[in-house]
């Protein structure tokens, strides 16, 4: 996964990951750094592997084959959260700075216009559950929820997301 190493030494991609630890540092649950993007990124080709739609992604994605699709899958897991320091600095929805620094980074590593609007979309839809999400955006939503094991989180009670129930005990069933 050439295009998938590129990505991970870029420089832009790294400061940003950098900012995440460091204003993230007094946090004892729920960090957004390296470590959260590669449990999400192999969370998220885990489900589409275990449920037999790698060839679906494939066609409804317009990707060249399956190299492709795992490094676009992986790309979308690496950059979904990249941009958490802006929302903490700033209040605005990471998601979509995050979709806006995918736009930037991932031509730099070769990923192609397609290959680029499929990732950044997914990225997008990545915090909210949604009807006319695309077929990656809900695969990443799922695998973001399924990489904390938050009910068994003692600081739970503090936490929106939880309390929003975005996450529980029945994403662990799926």
Known sequence: MKRVELLLKDPLYMEHIEKNVNLEEDEKYCKHDLRHMIDVARITYILILEHHDLEY????AKLSGKLAAKEVIYAAGLLHDIAKWKQYQTAQDHA???????????????????EVEVIARAIYEHRNISRDMSFLGERLYRADNLSRICFLCEDRHRCLKYQNKEIGHDMLAY
């Open 96 to 114: 979509s700075i995050g979709a806006e620094i995918a736009h930037e980074i991932l031509p730099r590593a070769f990923f192609n216009d397609n």
């Open 57 to 60: 992604f494939i066609q409804e």
